[in-house]
């Protein structure tokens, strides 16, 4: 929810959601951002299937409409990637929660899981140069991860997409970062930014603080433009 709140306001373009898994992300835009159109992109095909299921709901007739799925890996190059769907500058956003487990880390049994969540070597190259394929120039980039690879998300956007905007996502007043939110505009040559951060809640607790509360149910976007 708080990738998908990483799309501005009243958007009204195509955003293609990078490894869409069951689509959470994509349909979370497609809420908010009511004249948005979503490309859902996933290679498992369990989960693909999801996000179709998803689509197919009597509820989400209105929302059916405006996203396709598209079951493919998101590493693709050159006419492998454009035969799947995925043309050059045929988006206006992209977002992306790539695995972000190193290999050494406890992985799942369960090979789904354990796919979803494991970043390999150069995953961070992989998948922006995607986006920069697929998105417009002056398009957008939001990627959500762990705090660790903020390294490798700078080096793989260095050239593509500038602006860049860093918010650290904090569990509780007073604690480290868990995840960090980066967004950034394919072309901008403007310089990096740490914005302010978002806490998620109070000293205790479980409820969500008025700000987290607004991003995770499609109230309002992280950033104010």
Known sequence: MLLAAAV???FEGRVADLGAGAGAAGFAVLSRCRKAVALLVEREADMASFARATL???ENIAMGNRASVIETDV???GKARMA???GDNCCDFAIMNPPYNDAVDRSSPDALRRAAHVM???LFEDWVRTATAIVRPRGGLAIIARPGSIGD???AIEGRFGSAELMPIHPRPGKAA???VLRAWRGQRGALSIGPPLTLHGETGNAFTPEADAAVNGERALYPQ
Do not use: E, S, V
């Open 8 to 10: 501005p306001d009243g």
């Open 56 to 58: 197919a709901l009597p």
């Open 75 to 77: 590493t693709l190059r």
């Open 84 to 86: 799947a769907g995925l």
């Open 120 to 122: 390999t070597d150069g």
């Open 153 to 155: 998300m700078l080096a």
């Open 178 to 180: 868990i995840r960090i």
